[in-house]
């Protein structure tokens, strides 16, 4: 849900960016663009007094028309008051295992906690680590967003202020710990495993993700790593991260892969996490080599709300799918909310039926005008998709789709031969998958053979709470992995190019 509240940074906060003290002070911001002002979803409303336009403190910064300004390229002043909307969101926390409320007397010995960071959302299970059951689930917004949408953003956030590691890895452990205390209430946990892509482990570790950033992309570890709970000041006795396979494949996808025991399938199986890196991981299948293909798509953040006009995450409001009945646009909403933007299942959903009925060509190119009033807001404010998003959308459903092709053409199975698609992630969760297939997202021999998973990177991480011993086959199959590089493969090139287009209709 969503509500205004009112904040008055003080005399204290003077000189500070308004968007790094709102995330300091529990009212992370959205900023898609890294704080450098171009996408303005950071808005907030000035009530009373004034707010800088730099750093020196030596100009005012003067709203637009509406009273807004951008907080990131805002300074505090003592006198100023602002508006803002504070909204909650939750981690998809589902990965097959219902939370079994009536374990509540584990002691703290076989007390487990499975954590999965992610770029958006954090979720987390309390795990009875003698039999698996789970007494409860908690999640959150990250409170990195204000340091941008995706992981780019984040890293060359670090690029240009060293310091700003500190403040990401503090602003997510702080959430972490409320989220614990949810969970333990007063108790301490034997052990916690994360996961997360090797990014948002670097964060998590304090470790500097910056050699990510440019090429040779060189992780500073990709290798599972134990700490003391209590140099993250978590109330744990130990945490395990859990391995990567290259910098932009990461403990996620190995999780992931173990949940739904990928390297154990007797015939050719994909896991897929669409999100803003696209994580694709193929298992040729035991009967032809059991050979492990994985590669990032660099998909852009367009399939979670990043990027688009009226793009939002998946918080109350969001527009979740959509359909066109006799001509007529009809949504629904995450929480039955009005409408206050479009998140990735809707968006997806969205583009498909307006191909379908021919309100856009095979180009993605409007037949009439050049946009789509999907929604209204409460207030009656046209909701619309617009050209550029359309072709926000193309660039990352084609990245997608391109990492698919290619994975497949060097690991020599066709598309067809697949027997297994697993989607995982939040979007995977919620994504209708003929909708995924009509924009070209998903080649159509997958439409009868694709199951959603849920956060099988929670699952994995569970799942080796309660057998230990999975740790050492997961690192062992994250390391014999052939990761594909994109940027010079040539089939993913031209498959790129090829499905930046809509699939022809009788196709579909």
């Not at 790094?20 to 959205?30: D, I, M, R, S, V």
């Not at 803002?84 to 969101?89: I, N």
């Amino acid at each position: 849900m969503s509500k205004e509240i009112r904040i008055r940074p003080g005399s204290a906060s003077v000189g500070q960016n308004l968007s790094e003290y709102l995330a300091q002070n529990g009212h992370p911001q959205h900023a898609d663009c890294g704080g450098r002002g171009t996408c303005g979803k950071c808005r907030v409303r000035l009530v009373a007094g004034d707010f800088y336009a730099n750093a020196a403190c030596t100009q005012l910064a003067v709203p637009d028309k509406d009273g807004y300004v951008l907080a990131c390229r805002t300074w505090c002043c003592s006198d100023a008051i602002i508006a803002l909307e504070d909204f909650t969101g939750d981690g998809l926390t589902d990965f097959g295992k219902q939370a079994d409320t009536t374990s509540t007397d584990t002691p703290e010995e076989f007390l487990g906690i499975a954590l999965d960071v992610g770029t958006t959302t954090l979720a987390a299970a309390l795990v009875d680590t003698r039999n698996g059951n789970v007494p409860a689930t908690a999640s959150a917004l990250n409170p990195q967003a204000s340091f941008g949408a995706d992981v780019i953003s984040r890293i060359e956030a670090v690029m240009r202020r060293p310091e700003t590691l500190a403040q990401m890895q503090g602003l997510l452990l702080d959430s972490i710990r409320e989220m614990l205390a949810q969970l333990l209430g007063g108790k301490t946990a034997a052990h916690m495993t994360v996961a997360g892509n090797p990014t948002m482990l670097h964060i998590f570790a304090g470790i500097s993700p910056v050699g990510m950033g440019a090429y040779p992309f060189t992780p500073a570890f990709t290798e599972s790593k134990t700490f003391f709970g209590e140099q993250f000041r978590l109330p744990v006795q130990s945490v395990t991260l859990l391995p990567s396979i290259s910098a932009f494949v990461g403990g996620d996808l190995t999780a992931g892969m173990l949940h739904v025991d990928l390297a154990d399938s007797e015939q050719p199986a994909l896991l897929i996490d669409v999100g803003t890196n696209g994580e694709i991981i193929l298992f040729t299948g035991k009967a032809r080599g059991s050979a492990l293909y994985a590669t990032s798509a660099a998909a852009g953040p367009a399939m979670e709300g990043a990027g688009i006009s009226t793009g939002m995450g998946g918080v109350a409001g969001a527009v979740c799918a959509f359909r066109m009945q006799s001509g007529r646009p009809l949504c629904s909403t995450v929480g039955d909310a009005p409408a206050r933007g479009i998140c990735g299942s809707g968006l997806i959903d969205l583009i498909a039926a307006l191909y379908q009925a021919d309100i856009i060509d095979e180009t993605g190119a409007f037949e009439d005008g050049d946009q789509f009033v999907y929604a209204t807001t409460q207030s009656g404010a046209p909701l619309a998709l617009t050209q550029a998003d359309i072709r926000a959308f193309q660039l990352s459903k084609s990245a997608i789709r391109a990492g698919i092709d290619a994975l497949c053409a060097h690991a020599g199975v066709l598309p067809d031969e697949i027997a297994y698609v697993y989607l995982a992630g939040g979007l995977g969760y919620y994504m209708n998958v003929e909708s995924a297939v009509a924009t070209g997202l998903l080649p159509e021999a997958f439409k009868t053979r694709t199951q959603s998973v849920g956060n099988a990177s929670l699952g994995g991480c569970a799942s080796i709470l309660t057998h230990p011993e999975q740790l050492d086959a997961l690192g062992r199959n994250a390391a014999r992995t052939k990761t594909l590089e994109l940027s010079t493969d040539a089939v993913w090139s031209q498959s790129f190019m090829e499905n930046m287009m809509f699939p022809e209709r009788d196709e579909i």
